[in-house]
Nanobody
């Protein structure tokens, strides 16, 4: 069964850190670019980070650049998102996603998402 399962969300104070993890069950995981999206209340889901198949290139949205780090382990079929210096504006549901496009920053290229994990940042 093809699926993505996120974990690691929770409640954290502003300035704190969280590490999200995505466990994939994909027959050819290492063939796909992967990414993380988030959706805040009342807003559309948007891409915040992406990583190429081999992990040699990454993309970050301006809102998280310098604070978040995406990484992957192809042997374990995991994609992680290390989030530091969290702000209240980071409160959202975070989704792991698979891309079929060469450009990891191209949001329409993503075609499979997990169920999401809630991240809440308090003041």
């Amino acid at each position: 069964q093809v699926q993505l399962v996120e974990s690691g969300g929770g409640l954290v104070q502003a300035g704190g850190s969280l590490r999200l993890s995505c466990q994939a069950s994909l027959r050819t995981f290492r063939s796909y670019n992967m990414g993380w999206f988030r959706q805040a209340p009342g807003k559309e889901r948007s891409i915040i980070a992406g990583i190429t198949k081999s992990g040699d290139k990454t993309y970050y949205s301006d809102s998280v650049k310098g604070r978040f780090t995406i990484s992957r382990d192809n042997d374990k079929q995991t994609v992680d998102l290390q989030m530091n210096s969290l702000e209240q504006e980071d409160t959202a549901v975070y989704y792991c996603a698979r891309s079929r496009h060469w450009n990891v920053a191209y949001a329409p290229g993503y075609d499979l998402w997990g169920q999401g994990t809630q991240v809440t940042v308090s003041s």
